[in-house]
């Protein structure tokens, strides 16, 4: 059976493709799958192989080996953790205050927050 790893699979519109180990890519439609599989990006799969309408499609898929998660190594500990998000709990009460008062916060200000909301939402992703 032909081998390769899930190229991109949409689970809303219930189809993908495979890059196959031969190079060629192959249609992935989720009747292909076993029940309750969500095949992830990067995931390696053995399938069986038809001529759909448009070109090759697979059949009878099954996942060999999910992909690697992402590891951060430099990731902060828990309780420090736990320190900026309290910190960032207080300044955001102050934007909302100003927001129930009917004013946006200056752009300065705007922006501070923004990008430490970004920092530890980067932070807290896994």
Avoid: C, W
């Amino acid at each position: 059976m032909p081998t390769g790893k899930v190229r991109f699979y949409d689970e809303e519109k219930g189809f993908g493709f495979i890059a196959s180990d031969d190079g060629q890519d192959v249609f992935l439609h989720a009747t292909a799958l076993p029940a309750g599989t969500t095949p992830k990006q990067g995931a390696r799969v053995e399938f069986g192989i038809a001529d759909g309408r448009k070109g090759p499609q697979a059949l009878s898929v099954r996942v060999l080996e999910a992909p690697p998660t992402r590891v951060r190594p430099n990731r902060k500990k828990a309780e420090d953790m736990a320190i900026i998000i309290e910190d960032l709990v207080k300044m955001l009460d102050g934007v909302g205050e100003d927001l129930r008062r009917g004013h946006y916060p200056s752009n300065s200000h705007a922006r501070k927050a923004a990008a430490v909301l970004r920092r530890v939402a980067d932070e807290l992703d896994v």
